[in-house]
């Protein structure tokens, strides 16, 4: 099996399992990391003794923390919007449209870019000490990976609005209450409880999945993410992101000017 820098493989009674493994970094998801989820994701679909895709992060902090900051906090405009442009393409709409079921095991924080993962597969478990949450305002942007679209397709508009608005986490029994996530399991018992949910997938037809998949995804428009791409890259151009990812790096609260 390949080797890969930021993510680890595995396999197990048909199940393929992906941890994504930046721990110093939470997890956070720069450019390669993308890409090499892309490749493994790939790979274990068109694997056909592959019947379920188990995503979890390394450690016992984070799933993801998100995109990775430090990587595009100086980026124009155009780049920003080509950072979810590619993003959305390789690795979130990917997910979200793949024949194999993916499960989402949520094992700590999962924000920004990170909740956007959790979002876009097809089924999301926890973790009780799992933190959720799309802080991108905080930083002066927006969710760039799909997040305004699909937070609000998962727990409607009103709770999305608010969640995406104050940037603020929520917990995993609160995720639940929300239908944010399904289960929520002490984190010891995290990838068991994903085990035997993809053992419960795997009782039904493969070829049936896929159509179901196809056809729940077909209900949803695709000009959202446009805006949310366009409105992500204008948002580099503004002074409140410039200062939202310096306070970020310089770890002090931000003073945003509203420009
Ligand atoms: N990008 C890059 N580095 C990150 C990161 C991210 N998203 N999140 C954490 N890290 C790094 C930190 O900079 C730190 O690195 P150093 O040790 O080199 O300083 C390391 O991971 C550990 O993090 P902290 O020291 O901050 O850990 P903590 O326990 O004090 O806080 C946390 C944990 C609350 C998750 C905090 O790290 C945090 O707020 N992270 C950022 C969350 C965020 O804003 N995510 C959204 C990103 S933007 C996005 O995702 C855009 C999009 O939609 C496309």
Redesign the pocket.
Known sequence: MRTYQNITTETESAIGIITINRP???N??NKETIAELHEALDNFNKDKTIRVIIVTGSGE??FV????????MYFNPVQGRE??AK?QELLFDFVENLETPVIAAING?A????L?LALASHIRIASDNAKMG???V??G?????G?TQRLAQIIGKGRAMEMILTAEMINADKALNYGLITEVVPQTELITAAKNKAQKLMKNSPKAQSFAIKAINATYTKAGFEVEKDL?GQAFDTEDFKEGTAA??E?RKAEFAGK
């Open positions: 110093k970094q939470l956070a998801l902090k984070a923390a998100g995109a990775d900051i430090k990587e595009f950072l979810a993003g924080f924000l920004g870019g990170g956007e799309l802080p991108e905080s930083l942007v927006i969710p760039g990976y997040g992500f970020f790096v770890r």
